[in-house]
């Protein structure tokens, strides 16, 4: 297939460029290069002949059309948007106006390079999304397909309605579409502003480790990879029209995760142990979900797909990736809002 990934020099959309390429489609990346974003990412595969970075923003819908016109894709895989919690409440603005008004604009862009072309049957618009739509869990049970959608952030408002307008181009348009909605994804490249990355590189700088609240909040945890291959495999499988839960099946509460790489890195620089000294507790982030846990019952059983990752692997080999490359994170950290506690205004 030749297909367009929006945000592929992110965390997640650049793990989706980097297999897809290995396994033969053709990429279009297209990126508006937002502070979250590098092309370091995607290093390894800029050579490729299948590869071909476009720097347009989705919200300019003549630079889309361009790319339609230019590129004719089989597919989109729409992952570009404003993805941290702490900075949607700073500024929701911004996320309103890429997850709502840049949705939008690539819906209308790509509904009119699909009708323009006759309707092709196998296009595929495949937009990508979170588990946080679904609101919060209490102790027990997971979110279905069947969830109703209860955002509780900014941020997973502006998503909520994202996927909102995802459905309603399906059902009044026919645009043939594909949702996914995944747990909390972590692994190489991932941006120094998120939990397990931030637990990592203050480890190393002998910081103190900022543990939410009681540390008590339940993650679902997704290795980046996985993530990718699950992608893929809706796009090459899924159902028009239909939504699937990916989750990681590696639920844990946030202060046992940091103790877990805390325990890792004590391993892999004993010098500096116990690493779990470091730990802090800081005031809770406002309206800060409890639990979230998917039930990836749909995308097994339809599909044929589980993440072949568990939590404890994924935790080293993302230690071990971060211990190797410290002349990728090192530069971000000196980006707008990293390393300081965002979130606060409310």
């Not at 459905?167 to 009044?172: D, G």
């Amino acid at each position: 297939m030749k297909i367009v990934v929006t945000g592929g020099a992110g965390f997640i959309g650049s793990a989706v460029v980097r297999l897809a390429v290995s396994r033969g489609h053709e990429v279009v990346n297209l990126d508006a290069l937002t502070y979250a974003a590098c092309l370091e990412n995607v290093a390894s595969v800029s050579g490729s002949p299948l590869y071909q970075f476009v720097q347009a923003d989705i919200r300019d819908r003549a630079a889309l059309d361009a790319l339609f016109s230019a590129h004719r894709p089989d597919a989109v895989l729409h992952l570009a948007a404003e993805s941290h919690v702490d900075r949607s409440i700073d500024g929701p603005g911004a996320f309103i106006d890429t997850n709502v008004t840049g949705t939008y604009t690539l819906l209308e862009a790509a509904r009119a390079w699909w009708t323009a072309a006759g309707k092709p049957a196998a296009f595929r618009f495949h937009h990508v999304s979170t588990d946080e739509v679904y609101g919060s869990l209490g102790a027990s049970g997971k979110f279905t397909e069947a969830s109703p959608y209860d955002p509780r952030s900014p941020y997973s408002a502006s998503k909520a309605a994202s996927d909102h307008l995802v459905r309603a181009w399906h059902e009044t348009y026919g645009l043939p579409i594909l949702l996914t909605n995944c747990s909390n994804n972590y692994g190489p490249y991932h941006f120094p502003e998120k939990l397990i990355p931030v637990v990592i590189l203050n480890a190393l700088a002998g910081q103190p480790i900022p543990v939410y609240g009681t540390g008590d909040n339940v993650r679902d945890w997704l290795f980046v990879e996985d993530h990718a291959d699950a992608l893929l495999t809706v796009l090459d499988k899924g159902t028009v029209g239909r939504s699937y839960n990916i989750g990681g099946e590696n639920e844990a509460r946030n202060i046992d995760l940091v103790r877990m790489i805390c325990a890792i890195l004590d391993d892999l620089r004993p010098s500096d142990a116990p690493h779990d000294r470091l730990i802090t507790f800081v005031a809770d982030r406002p309206g800060h979900d409890k639990r979230y846990a998917i039930d990836p019952a749909r995308i097994r059983d339809e599909l044929g797909w589980r993440p072949s990752v568990t939590l404890e692997q994924g935790l080293r080999r993302t230690v071990v990736w971060y211990l190797s490359n410290e002349s990728w994170w090192r530069p971000l950290l000196a980006r707008g809002g990293v390393g300081q506690r965002l979130g606060v205004t409310a």
